[in-house]
């Protein structure tokens, strides 16, 4: 069965600081990976998606996720934190062609003090 | 565009009531999806739906029903209302299953059996 961990489940930044929250997951075969955000109070957003191609992935708001098959790895990371940031963060996962059947991570909350 | 909304926003329920949560979309989807989001646990999937007469089980479908009668909508039933059913729920839709399809969030469902 797939699986996703996040290995953060609470991070704490200072505002400029470098972030990089991880993510693995297991599943053999050809997957779809994502990284949604959540803001307080709000429905998850879309940051960025790798399904094939170049597995550096540029998303919104200036994150970016590398994808490395070898280690069933897509780690989220941003060079410098806002305090806007502040929201919790999801890694998904589906295998091809699932469509909606995405398996969620635990969620890693991002708090960054200004 | 409306995307995908869901009714109502907050319910409380009593133990052993049954209530629907409707989700609708306007994208004119193939799938869509039903998860609940609890602390710790990330997003589960209940229920998912690849087009109108057709669905399946997901991760956790025990205490709940759906059906798809239209392309555009598809509610959750709650038959006999638990504590344990006590979380956020978010309806999802994507195109197709097809590798890269951006898959769309409602603002979600706050839930509460007491």
């Known amino acids: 069965a797939q699986s996703v961990s996040q290995h953060n489940h609470h991070v704490i930044l200072s505002e400029a600081a470098s972030l990089e929250l991880g993510c693995n997951y297991s599943?053999?075969?050809?997957?779809?990976l994502f990284w949604y955000v959540q803001y307080p109070g709000q429905h998850l957003q879309l940051l960025l998606k790798?399904?094939?191609?170049?597995?550096l992935v540029k998303g919104i708001k200036g994150f970016e996720a590398e994808f490395i098959k070898s280690k069933f790895s897509f780690n989220l990371r941003k060079p410098s934190v806002q305090w806007s940031d502040t929201a919790e963060y999801f890694c998904?996962?589906?295998?091809?062609?699932?469509?909606?059947?995405?398996?969620f991570g635990q969620g890693t909350e991002l708090s960054v003090k200004p | 565009n409306a995307g995908v909304t869901q009714t109502p926003k907050f319910q409380v329920l009593k133990t052993g009531q049954s209530m629907t949560l409707q989700c609708a979309q306007d994208?004119?989807?193939?799938?869509m999806s039903w998860y609940r989001q609890d602390p710790g646990m990330g997003l589960r999937l209940i229920h998912y739906?690849?087009?109108?007469?057709?669905?399946d089980q997901g991760e956790v479908p025990n205490g709940y029903n759906v059906s798809r009668s239209t392309t555009e909508d598809f509610p959750l039933r709650l038959l006999s209302a638990a504590p344990s059913q006590t979380s956020v729920y978010f309806c999802?839709?994507?195109?197709?299953?097809?590798?890269?399809?951006?898959?769309?969030f409602g603002e979600g469902s706050w839930l509460t059996v007491v």
């Open positions: 999802a839709s994507t195109e197709t299953g097809a590798p890269g399809n951006t898959i769309y």
């Open positions: 599943y053999g075969g050809t997957v779809n």
């Open positions: 790798y399904f094939s191609g170049d597995p």
């Open positions: 998904a996962v589906n295998a091809n062609n699932q469509g909606g059947k995405l398996i």
């Open positions: 994208m004119n989807h193939e799938y």
């Open positions: 739906s690849v087009g109108a007469g057709i669905t």
